[in-house]
């Protein structure tokens, strides 16, 4: 290990910047006093991010599933019943990469969908556009990635209690949420509303 960190300072040493600046991005935020300015990224349409669902398909699709996952967990794993093939179960917890390890799956899932739920221009499924730029929506969606994060931790360590204290801090992230921009008065056409 101490021969591979040896190895990156000496590539950083001998200007393999690009690499340099990846391995260093965790305790490096400001360019170094000196450093030669960076050359602008070539603009590339290709990047820019596309929005398929609304709000409501996020959440069925992605959101929804993975938090059953995790609810699931809450109980004896082993009591899920065996799929005739793993390898084509729809059911993460019985697939090929099944168990604890659908769990740890799960918990990323959850905690990457905060990025998908906080990108601008998505629309919710009335139509209005989800209020991305507001604090307290970015709040809620930074909850749900740290209790998608904890339930990952949990699920590494195959502790049964801390899934269940992750999966409750899980569903209390989603009802914060859900308190403020889904059970609205007046129904679905204020969804997304402040
Ligand atoms: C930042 C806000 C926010 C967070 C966090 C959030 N949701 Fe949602 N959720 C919404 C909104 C808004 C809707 C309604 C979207 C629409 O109608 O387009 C919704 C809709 C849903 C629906 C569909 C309801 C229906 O009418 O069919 C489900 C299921 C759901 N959320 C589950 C979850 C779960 C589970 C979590 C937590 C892991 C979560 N959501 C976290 C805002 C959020």
Redesign the pocket.
């Known amino acids: 290990m101490s021969n591979v960190r040896t190895l990156f300072r000496l590539w950083c040493v001998a200007g393999v910047a690009s690499w340099c600046a990846a391995g260093s991005s965790a305790v490096a935020q400001a360019p170094a006093a000196g450093a030669a300015p960076k050359p602008a990224p070539p603009a590339a349409a290709a990047s820019v991010p596309k929005i398929n669902a ?3 398909q996020l ?2 699709g992605i ?2 599933p993975a ?1 059953n996952v995790v609810f699931a967990a809450q109980d004896d794993l082993s009591k899920q019943p065996a799929a005739a093939d793993p390898a084509t179960s729809p059911n993460p917890l019985t697939s090929t990469y099944g168990g604890w390890v659908a769990v740890e799956n799960a918990g990323l899932a ?1 905690a990457e969908s905060a990025t998908l ?1 906080t990108m601008p221009g998505r629309l ?3 139509g209005k556009r ?1 209020p991305v730029q507001r604090a307290d ?1 970015i709040r ?2 930074n ?2 990635r740290a209790a998608g994060v904890g339930v990952y931790e949990a699920a590494k360590k195959k502790d049964q209690d801390a899934i269940v204290d992750a999966a409750g801090t ?1 569903s209390d ?2 009802s914060m ?2 308190d403020v ?2 059970e609205k008065k007046g129904g ?1 056409k204020n ?2 509303l402040p």
């Open positions: 609304t709000m409501l959440m069925r959101v929804y938090s959850i739920i919710c499924s009335n989800a929506w809620f969606a909850g749900v899980l992230a989603c949420c859900h921009y889904r679905e969804r997304c």
